[in-house]
């Protein structure tokens, strides 16, 4: 389905009838990530599978959003679908959005997979790459033509940026560069609903500490760690994860 939130066109994938379920993919990737999860849980709940804004099929944001601006939209598809009390399983930064979502809104349960919620903390390397970035992006566009410049940045960008940053557009990479800034641990104590982390013990993009510190501050959360797995846990051990899934949504 298409989705129109604020005239603009948010895709959505339905299939299956039952409870409510949303599917919250992670930074880079589309609702096809949670395609064999969908097929399984649509065997017995209404699964909404989504494309972020910025993503797959939805038109991408012309302002600068943060993690409050995605969830307010999630919330306001559950408002005009007359979804009640729907769960939520969210992939990295879908995460993000569950953790928000499920914070101040009644939610049935939630999954958290390799999720990202907690702002990392950062080595000397990490600013002196942002800060040698920055000096750089300053002296270009001074001292450079406009295109001279943007050749120069691009290629400085390809060296020493992440792939999600490198792979994106100039309006996603401002998104990301706030999203990855947002700390959500202070909203993790208001989360009551049954909350299940499924994660990888090798992921380096959101560690297995982060897991750690999420089942320690949310009330009624378990932790299900995937050994030899890294940040898509879900696809390298699908056996797991499909296990896992059936026993939390009760799926016979």
């Not at 005239?7 to 930074?27: I, Q, S």
């Not at 000397?124 to 050749?151: D, G, I, S």
């Amino acid at each position: 389905m298409i989705y129109k939130y604020d005239n603009k066109e948010v895709f959505v994938e339905v299939t299956g009838d039952g409870e409510p379920v949303l599917l919250l993919h992670g930074w880079g990737c589309t609702h096809d990530i949670f395609k064999a999860l969908a097929t399984i849980l649509s065997q017995q709940y209404k699964v909404y599978s989504f494309d972020f804004p910025g993503f797959g099929a939805s038109w991408e944001p012309s302002d600068v959003w943060g993690v409050e601006e995605y969830t307010r939209l999630i919330e306001t598809f559950v408002a005009d679908n007359k979804i009640k009390k729907p769960s939520l399983v969210g992939h990295s930064f879908g995460g993000r959005v569950s953790l928000l979502y499920s914070s101040r809104n009644e939610t049935a349960r939630v999954v958290l997979v390799d999720a990202a919620g907690i702002k990392p903390k950062r080595s000397w390397k990490y600013y002196y790459k942002v800060y040698t970035y920055k000096c750089a992006k300053w002296l270009c566009n001074t001292l450079l033509p406009k295109e001279k410049a943007e050749e120069v940045l691009n290629r400085f960008r390809k060296s020493s940026g992440s792939s999600d940053y490198n792979n994106a557009s100039p309006m996603m990479r401002r998104i990301l560069s706030k999203v990855v800034n947002e700390d959500l641990k202070h909203v993790m104590p208001a989360i009551k609903a049954p909350t299940l982390l499924f994660w990888g013990d090798r992921d380096t993009a959101t560690p297995l500490a982060d897991a750690k510190y999420m089942e320690k501050h949310i009330k009624d959360a378990g932790l299900v760690i995937a050994h030899g797995t890294g940040h898509f846990s879900f696809l390298e051990n699908p056996g797991l994860f499909a296990s896992v899934m059936k026993s939390f949504f009760k799926i016979k």
